[in-house]
């Protein structure tokens, strides 16, 4: 039953254990809040300005990603998305994946795709392509807020290759290869 409950629930609890040893009366009690586990966000970041603190804090990572411009030198974090993630985008994941200079993922917008697509896949993202209008649709509506600064390309890719199909490598390397910056 402890471990459903919060962490700052189980301090306040062992505080009130600790004061009823110690025989003081309830009305002694100085509730000693955490703001960062009692509050809402609104609160919190209210009560942050109130102590110059930086909230919600940001490791170094997360500050390189969102402050370092795209750079030649600069390795480019490559999403496919497909419907179900079985085919057309893991082929362009493999594809991509060998070459110098790229990282890619790829991910699905069915909820019964092998990988499907999150928040986080979206954030890590430098250039987003999608296989067909749907699939930029569906995206604009489930993440509309964090695609406003993130270009997403239409492949115009049909669902009618298998994986790793050669007709469907040609395709990729040739629509791909032309939206990529040089």
Same mark, same amino acid.
């Given at each position: 039953? &402890?471990?459903? +409950?919060?962490? @700052?629930?189980?301090? !306040?609890?062992? +505080? *009130?254990? @600790?004061k009823r040893k110690?025989?003081?009366?309830?009305?002694?009690?100085?509730?000693e $809040?955490?703001?960062?586990l009692m509050?809402?966000?609104?609160?919190?970041?209210?009560?942050?300005?109130?102590?110059? *603190?930086?909230?919600? $804090?940001?490791?170094?990572r997360?500050?390189?990603? &969102?402050? /370092?411009? #795209?750079?030649?030198?600069?390795?480019? $974090?490559?999403?496919?998305?497909? !419907?179900? &993630?079985?085919?057309? !985008?893991?082929?362009?994941?493999?594809?991509?994946?060998? +070459?110098?200079?790229?990282?890619?993922? !790829?991910?699905?917008?069915s909820? &019964?795709a092998?990988?499907?697509?999150?928040?986080?896949?979206?954030?890590? @993202?430098? /250039?987003?392509?999608?296989?067909?209008?749907k699939?930029?649709?569906?995206? *604009?509506?489930d993440?509309? +807020?964090? #695609?406003?600064? $993130?270009p997403v390309?239409?492949? %115009?890719?049909?669902?009618?290759?298998?994986?790793?199909?050669?007709?469907?490598? %040609?395709? /990729?390397? *040739?629509?791909?290869?032309?939206?990529?910056?040089?």
């Amino acid at each position: 039953m &402890n471990e459903l +409950r919060s962490r @700052a629930w189980r301090r !306040s609890k062992t +505080r *009130v254990k @600790a004061k009823r040893k110690t025989g003081e009366k309830k009305s002694q009690w100085i509730s000693e $809040k955490n703001w960062k586990l009692m509050y809402t966000r609104g609160e919190k970041l209210r009560r942050a300005k109130q102590l110059s *603190v930086e909230y919600p $804090k940001r490791t170094f990572r997360q500050a390189l990603d &969102n402050e /370092l411009p #795209l750079k030649a030198g600069h390795m480019k $974090k490559l999403l496919f998305v497909c !419907s179900r &993630n079985q085919w057309r !985008s893991p082929t362009a994941e493999h594809l991509w994946r060998q +070459r110098p200079g790229f990282s890619a993922r !790829s991910a699905g917008t069915s909820p &019964n795709a092998r990988k499907t697509l999150s928040a986080a896949d979206i954030q890590w @993202a430098d /250039l987003i392509f999608v296989m067909e209008k749907k699939h930029r649709n569906r995206l *604009v509506a489930d993440f509309g +807020r964090l #695609l406003q600064h $993130k270009p997403v390309h239409v492949l %115009d890719i049909p669902d009618e290759y298998k994986f790793m199909d050669p007709d469907l490598i %040609d395709e /990729l390397e *040739v629509r791909v290869g032309a939206l990529l910056p040089e």
